[in-house]
């Protein structure tokens, strides 16, 4: 089964569930809001990817951050954002069961569902 992570009310997200639903993908959604994000499937990501790719700084909250915090960051100190604050985790998080994708773009999509 397909699960795409993140927030609903994201720019970004609505996309996503927009182009999965216009191609009748069926997912599952896990909201970050309501569900938040759990340590080990955080950590599984962290290690399929890297952290980097899941951190967004583009955010509001990225934004909101202490210069000093930001300036320093590394893994320990992202992981500990990530799970303090889901929202700082870059959108959406898509997983197939094979690949892990983070962030939207139609192309990318087309090319993970070959289409």
């Known amino acids: 089964m397909i699960r795409i992570y993140g927030i609903p009310n ?3 997200m609505k996309k996503a569930f927009t182009w999965l639903k216009a191609h ?3 997912y599952q959604f896990h909201d970050y809001k309501k569900a938040g994000i759990d340590a080990s499937l955080l950590d599984a990501w962290i290690a399929r990817i890297g952290w980097e790719p899941l951190l ?3 955010g509001m909250t990225w934004r909101k951050l202490n210069d000093g915090i930001k300036a320093n960051i590394d893994l320990d100190s992202a992981r500990t954002l990530m799970l303090e604050n889901p ?3 870059r959108r959406p998080v898509l997983d197939n069961g094979d690949k892990l994708t983070v962030g939207f773009t139609e192309e ?3 090319a993970l569902f070959r289409e």
Do not use: A, K
């Open 10 to 12: 994201c720019d970004t």
């Open 24 to 26: 009748e993908i069926e």
């Open 56 to 58: 967004n700084r583009r």
């Open 87 to 89: 929202s700082i985790i």
């Open 108 to 110: 990318n999509y087309r």
